[in-house]
């Protein structure tokens, strides 16, 4: 390797699995230089082959090192480190100012490992790598990065500093991350009600308000007081510390429901507005299990589809992690492997096909109804899809990556809503966290759009037993 590393600058070592999360990663650490050990070319051969989303990562980030090589004029130059121009857009559409140097490994290091860590093993060879850089460039910093904890903590037994890849991070804790919500404080209409125009159209009541506050809210936000019941809005528009905002719907009264449903709580009511709202192209709900998400977003979905005529059917997908063992093969066609996925789908529909009336003839014919108007596809087919006029609901969007959520939006075509539900607590999928899930940025990322709406759903409300299991357990 060259001795032409500059003092000031430290030296990243990536893991394998730090490219097959992100293809750009190499692009990502400004001017800091970038080193690959030989091992982590001969996993990434490895993995090049298949359809999934590792799959392509994989060749995306072979395509990108072989762009850096056609570069080079003489084998020399890969010793001196290829300079990594800023041609790539980061995650917040910003330009990446990758202005250091990439190194491949080109000679055998001398690696002293322990006796008891025998080199063999892919991680342990990286481990190696980083050890024999810290002597052969004691005046730099040395950093291993890695998306596996496990390699973390044995890099740090072993003295080699190690971080995780936090480029993909949305937020720094996922306690910050936007509720949907905002509590208006007590005196809130004395110091923004005095210059308030009221008026009504199509049966809408709106409010223009002005005031500080007013530059903390969001397109579509839901407003309200302190209390269960009270004044309720929803913001939608805003500048600077001017808004307009409407009076919210009640869904919790008996006299407004969605398919038989009402709301039991304020977040549920505020979360029907959103999904009944034709000007709301995409909508996220968050919650912990029995929250209603499934059961309120299927009843807004069914009335759209079947009463108003607003969109042609309903398609349902999820991510198939499985919780536990993997069953295997699932036999049949599309929708039928997909079925045992979408448990949630049909348990929601019992309660929305109203079983206790018109006997087992009525039950069967609205099943048969409400089945051919819901369609379950997977997500592996979305690619090259385009979709008009359709209700799309995506389940446990919570284990999906920032690039396969861009991947399923975009699938949205002229007249379509999509709905993402998920728990970003129970996530299911290697290597994502609370701050780094693709629900957790398209949250983060939509809320400023005027399109777009979410809001977290924060009671329990499947039963007294699923409540208090929730709380302590």
Same mark, same amino acid.
């Given at each position: 390797?060259?001795?032409?590393?500059?003092?000031?600058?430290?030296?990243?070592?990536?893991?394998? #699995?730090?490219?097959?999360?992100?293809?750009?990663?190499?692009?990502?650490?400004?001017?800091?230089?970038?080193?690959?050990?030989?091992?982590?070319?001969?996993?990434?051969?490895?993995?090049?082959?298949?359809?999934?989303?590792?799959?392509?990562?994989?060749?995306?980030?072979?395509?990108?090192?072989?762009?850096?090589?056609?570069?080079?004029?003489?084998?020399?130059?890969?010793?001196?480190?290829?300079?990594?121009?800023?041609?790539?857009?980061?995650?917040?559409?910003?330009?990446?100012?990758?202005?250091?140097?990439?190194?491949?490994? @080109?000679?055998?290091?001398?690696?002293?490992?322990?006796?008891?860590?025998?080199?063999?093993?892919?991680?342990?060879?990286?481990?190696?790598?980083?050890?024999?850089?810290?002597?052969?460039?004691?005046?730099?910093?040395?950093?291993?990065?890695?998306?596996?904890?496990?390699?973390?903590?044995?890099?740090?037994?072993?003295?080699?500093?190690?971080?995780?890849?936090?480029?993909?991070?949305?937020?720094?804790?996922?306690?910050?991350?936007?509720?949907?919500?905002?509590?208006?404080?007590?005196?809130?209409?004395? *110091?923004?009600?005095?210059?308030?125009?009221?008026?009504?159209?199509?049966?809408?009541?709106?409010?223009?308000?002005?005031?500080?506050?007013?530059?903390?809210?969001?397109?579509?936000?839901?407003?309200?007081?302190?209390?269960?019941?009270?004044?309720?809005?929803?913001?939608?528009?805003?500048?600077?510390?001017?808004?307009?905002?409407?009076?919210?719907?009640?869904?919790?009264?008996?006299?407004?429901?969605?398919?038989?449903?009402?709301?039991?709580?304020?977040?549920?009511?505020?979360?029907?507005?959103?999904?009944?709202?034709?000007?709301?192209?995409?909508? @996220?709900?968050?919650?912990?299990?029995?929250?209603?998400?499934?059961?309120?977003?299927?009843?807004?979905?069914?009335?759209?589809?079947?009463?108003?005529?607003?969109?042609?059917?309903?398609?349902?997908?999820?991510? *198939?992690?499985?919780?536990?063992? !993997?069953?295997?093969?699932?036999?049949?066609?599309?929708?039928?492997?997909?079925?045992?996925?979408?448990?949630?789908?049909?348990?929601?529909?019992?309660?929305?096909?109203?079983?206790?009336?018109?006997?087992?003839?009525?039950?069967?014919?609205?099943?048969?109804?409400?089945?051919?108007?819901?369609?379950? =596809?997977?997500? #592996?087919?979305?690619?090259? =899809? @385009?979709?008009?006029?359709?209700?799309?609901?995506? !389940?446990?969007?919570?284990?999906?990556?920032?690039?396969?959520?861009?991947?399923?939006?975009?699938?949205?075509?002229?007249?379509?809503?999509?709905?993402?539900?998920?728990?970003?607590?129970?996530?299911?999928?290697?290597?994502?966290?609370?701050?780094?899930?693709?629900? @957790?940025?398209?949250?983060?990322?939509?809320?400023?759009?005027?399109?777009?709406?979410?809001?977290?759903?924060?009671?329990?409300?499947?039963? =007294?037993?699923?409540?208090?299991?929730?709380?302590?357990?």
């Amino acid at each position: 390797m060259s001795k032409k590393i500059s003092a000031d600058k430290r030296l990243f070592v990536l893991d394998t #699995n730090v490219l097959m999360h992100d293809p750009a990663a190499i692009f990502r650490f400004q001017e800091h230089d970038i080193y690959l050990p030989m091992i982590v070319l001969e996993e990434l051969d490895s993995a090049k082959k298949g359809l999934s989303e590792v799959a392509r990562n994989v060749r995306q980030a072979t395509r990108f090192l072989d762009d850096l090589l056609e570069q080079i004029e003489s084998p020399e130059d890969i010793s001196q480190g290829l300079p990594l121009p800023a041609t790539l857009r980061s995650g917040n559409g910003k330009a990446a100012s990758a202005s250091g140097r990439l190194f491949f490994q @080109t000679h055998a290091l001398n690696i002293p490992l322990p006796e008891a860590m025998p080199g063999q093993k892919p991680d342990n060879s990286i481990l190696g790598t980083a050890m024999a850089l810290q002597e052969v460039h004691p005046d730099h910093t040395v950093t291993l990065v890695s998306k596996d904890i496990n390699l973390r903590i044995k890099a740090t037994v072993l003295g080699i500093h190690a971080e995780d890849y936090y480029n993909d991070k949305v937020l720094d804790d996922a306690d910050l991350l936007y509720t949907g919500s905002f509590e208006l404080p007590n005196d809130f209409w004395g *110091t923004h009600g005095q210059a308030m125009d009221s008026w009504s159209e199509g049966g809408r009541t709106f409010y223009r308000i002005k005031g500080p506050l007013v530059e903390e809210w969001h397109p579509n936000q839901c407003l309200y007081p302190g209390g269960e019941h009270g004044f309720e809005a929803l913001v939608r528009s805003r500048e600077k510390d001017t808004a307009v905002i409407e009076l919210a719907q009640d869904y919790r009264s008996s006299r407004h429901t969605v398919w038989g449903i009402s709301a039991r709580n304020r977040e549920q009511s505020f979360a029907l507005n959103l999904l009944l709202d034709p000007e709301i192209d995409f909508v @996220t709900l968050l919650g912990m299990a029995g929250t209603g998400k499934t059961l309120l977003t299927l009843a807004a979905g069914l009335a759209q589809t079947l009463e108003t005529k607003h969109y042609r059917e309903i398609i349902m997908t999820r991510v *198939t992690v499985p919780l536990g063992e !993997d069953i295997g093969f699932l036999p049949g066609t599309e929708e039928e492997k997909m079925t045992p996925w979408m448990g949630a789908l049909m348990d929601n529909l019992e309660v929305l096909a109203k079983p206790d009336m018109g006997g087992e003839w009525a039950r069967a014919a609205t099943n048969d109804l409400l089945q051919n108007r819901i369609k379950i =596809r997977s997500l #592996n087919f979305m690619r090259g =899809r @385009t979709f008009l006029n359709k209700f799309i609901i995506l !389940d446990e969007a919570q284990n999906l990556t920032s690039k396969q959520m861009k991947t399923l939006i975009t699938r949205a075509g002229p007249g379509t809503k999509i709905v993402c539900l998920g728990n970003i607590a129970q996530i299911d999928t290697p290597y994502l966290t609370e701050t780094t899930s693709g629900l @957790t940025y398209v949250v983060d990322y939509f809320k400023t759009w005027e399109h777009s709406g979410h809001i977290t759903l924060l009671r329990g409300e499947r039963s =007294r037993l699923a409540d208090f299991a929730s709380s302590v357990l």
